[in-house]
Nanobody, 119 residues
């Protein structure tokens, strides 16, 4: 059974930091690109950051220079370090695993973790 379990969300003041973690089980983690997406109330889900199986990263423009995605293949875990948080970063953050395994595209989601940036 595939599981993606996010943790690390919470309430933080503007300018503060949080580190999200997503620990996976049931997949060959090193073969998957991992992403963090977010969805704010009334808005569509958007890709925040992504890291390929080879470690190449990309970010949405609004978080460049503030967020860092990383992965630890030994721990089957992907992280999102979020610094200089702004109220507009408030959203539910979701972990995503995306891979082409053989000829089959596989895609999995976590349950989400709430991040609230407010004074």
């Amino acid at each position: 059974q595939v599981q993606l379990v996010e943790s690390g969300g919470g309430l933080v003041q503007p300018g503060g930091s949080l580190r999200l973690s997503c620990t996976t089980s049931g997949i060959s983690f090193s073969l998957y690109a991992m992403g963090w997406h977010r969805q704010a109330p009334g808005k569509q889900r958007e890709l925040v950051a992504r890291i390929t199986s080879g470690g190449v990263t990309n970010y949405t423009d609004s978080v460049k220079g503030r967020f860092t995605i990383s992965r630890d293949n030994a721990k089957n875990t992907v992280y999102l370090q979020m610094n200089s948080l702004k109220p507009e970063d408030t959203a539910v953050y979701y972990c995503n695993a995306d891979g082409l395994i053989g000829l089959i595209r596989k895609n999995y989601w976590g349950q989400g973790t709430q991040v609230t940036v407010s004074s």
